[in-house]
Structures are given as structure tokens and as C-alpha cells.
């Protein structure tokens, strides 16, 4: 499966040089532009895999374009910047996970920087994905230490009764302490109201 890429280009010459690499590396262009505003809007509305900036556009040198794109989506970043100034932005962009290119490119070497921002992003949505999961459960887990505490109020129950009846209801019920939890929370809520 191809990887897609957005291309930000103010020299029309580039794009096409540039687009020939990206396909060598199994990477189509699905969008070109000239300007960094018109990158941002594209990054953020569209899926790319990857935002690569041909340094400098129209309106910006590419830089903070490079920041705002790594820290605002998952897409990788390759910054081209012209050789003279790639240590000095390296040093200023690489916090922020952009990998910068020096031009004219070398093809063995921009094969090598496309398979390390695919790994890099690869390990970057496995690690969003794990923290969605937690995220998820610590929510669960709140849902369900908020329905014990309207049980052990309502029903005078142990902390440790409170959790066997909300496990039992699950197994009788056939739906996740999740459920039962929601349930216990709409009619205690709703009991609250009533006084």
C-alpha cells in the first residue's frame, strides 16, 4: 500500500523532482502547494502519511510550518532545506520530530530518512492507539468507582458489596460492569433529582 504524501513547493521546477522521489519510495503526491497556509489547511483536513516542505515557500522559510505539522498531526515531516542551513534548523526542528533533508538530496539517504519517519510513525500510532485503550479504561474504571460509591450510599453496601453486586449483575445480565454501571449512576442520579 502506498504511503500519501502532501508536497509544499513555491519552486514548480522542485515538485516534480521531488514527486519522482516520493514515488521511488512507494509514496504518491496527493496534494501540492506553495504556501504554508494552505499546507496547514490540507494537513489538518485531509490524511497524509507524510507533509514533505521544499524550503522556503512563498509565505514562510518552512520552519515553523514543520513544527506546527509534526506537533499539530501524525503525518512525518521531511523539511529540504538547501545545505548551508541544515545543521542550524536540524538542531532548531528535531525536538519536534521533523527530520530535515539537505538539497540537493541524496537519493540513497532520502530512502533511508522515509524508512525511518515510517517507523517512527508506525511506533507513534501503536503508542496513541495504547494510550486511547488507557484512557478508555481509566474512564471505565471512574464510571464504575462512581456507581460502588451510590450503591454503598443507597444501599448501605461494603465498598467489597458494592463490587460483587455490580460483577454479579454483569454475569446475570450478560452485559459489561460498564453497563451495569451506567444503569446503577441513571437511577441513583435520577433519585438525587427527585429530592
Known sequence: MKNKALLVSK???????????LEENSCEVGAVVSDAQSALEFANDAVFDFVVINSPLEDDDGVDLAIKVSTDTICGVLLLVAADK????????????????????????FRQLMGVVRAAQKRYEGLSQENERLRSSLE????????????????????ERAHKY???????????????????????????NIR
Do not use: F
Not at 545543521?87 to 538539497?103: A, C, F, M, T, Y
Not at 450510599?153 to 461494603?158: P, R, V
Open 140 to 159: 471505565e474504571t471512574k464510571l464504575i468507582n462512581r456507581a460502588k460509591i451510590l450503591l454503598m450510599q443507597y444501599l448501605a453496601l461494603s465498598e
Open 166 to 192: 455490580i460483577e454479579k449483575q454483569a454475569m446475570d445480565m450478560r452485559i459489561s460492569k460498564l453497563e451495569v454501571a451506567k444503569q446503577v449512576l441513571k437511577t441513583y442520579s435520577a433519585h438525587n
Open 11 to 21: 519552486l514548480s521546477s522542485a515538485v516534480n523532482a521531488v514527486k519522482s522521489l
Open 86 to 109: 541544515a545543521s542550524l534548523i536540524g538542531r532548531r526542528v528535531s525536538e519536534h520530530g521533523v527530520v530535515v533533508v539537505s538539497k540537493p538530496i541524496n537519493k540513497p539517504l
